[in-house]
């Protein structure tokens, strides 16, 4: 990140430029998962299907799920892959921030974000109130809200609920419960943190716009 910042001068920039770099590193693995949880939507009636017919015999019933997953070529663990192996920079970044001198009192928008190393501050008032205090993050309220839209585009294939199997709605109702519990957690967290966390799940998003357009345009093409 020293690097990034002896170009820029700022090192809210340099957070946002750095996960540009680990974005880059993992577009291939970030691809690959876009493309298995795309498979996995479209699966999903087949599998819905299977569990109501075998539901009486579970051993059946994974026996057919593993070998639909086969035939197609899916991960069920597809998905989850890329969350796991950014886990450690997420860690790291984290770790950085608290052990950084630099960062101390580092300001990136000053009257918002005055220091990087602690939580952004709106604004203010005089009365406490229980864990959220007397301030007003807004990062980690624009992070729920990013990772919202996120988790939406994710279930973009079946946006109309009456079509969506159970396992789709308990993972949209499973997306909602995160995006707030993030909201929870990363309330008091460094605004740094918060501005990679924002940063990350952009460039994801945009990822997943670009990697679905071009999975559109290859199945156009066959047809």
């Known amino acids: 990140m020293k690097i990034f910042y ?19 590193m993992l577009y291939p693995l970030n691809a ?25 015999d ?3 019933m994974n026996m057919e799920i593993m070998e639909i997953y086969r035939e197609k070529g899916v991960s069920p663990l597809g998905g989850c892959l890329p969350l796991l192996i950014q886990m ?24 918002w974000i005055n220091d990087l190393a602690a939580p952004d501050v709106l604004f203010s008032w005089s009365h406490h109130i229980f864990y959220i205090g007397n301030q ?7 992070s729920g809200i990013v990772m919202f839209l996120q988790q939406r585009m994710t279930t973009a294939g079946s946006m ?3 079509r969506m199997t159970a396992e789709q709605r308990q993972a949209r109702a499973m997306g909602t419960v995160m995006t707030a519990t993030l909201v929870v957690l990363f309330y008091h ?8 966390l924002i940063s990350s799940m952009l460039l994801g998003i945009f990822q997943q716009w670009l990697t679905t357009r071009k999975i559109n345009q290859s199945v156009t093409v066959i047809a």
């Open 160 to 162: 109309d609920p009456n």
């Open 6 to 24: 002896a170009f820029t001068g700022s090192w809210g920039i340099s957070i946002i430029l750095l996960t540009v770099a680990l974005r880059i």
């Open 136 to 142: 007003f993050h807004l990062l980690p309220v624009l």
């Open 58 to 60: 579970s051993k059946r």
């Open 88 to 111: 450690p920079f997420l860690i790291g970044m984290f770790d950085l921030l608290k052990s950084t001198f630099a960062l101390r009192g580092a300001s990136f928008i000053p009257g």
């Open 32 to 56: 690959w998962s876009i493309k298995a949880m795309a498979k996995n939507q479209e699966i999903a009636p087949q599998i819905a299907a299977i569990r109501e017919k075998y539901k009486k």
């Open 189 to 196: 967290f460094p605004s740094g943190l918060n501005i990679y």
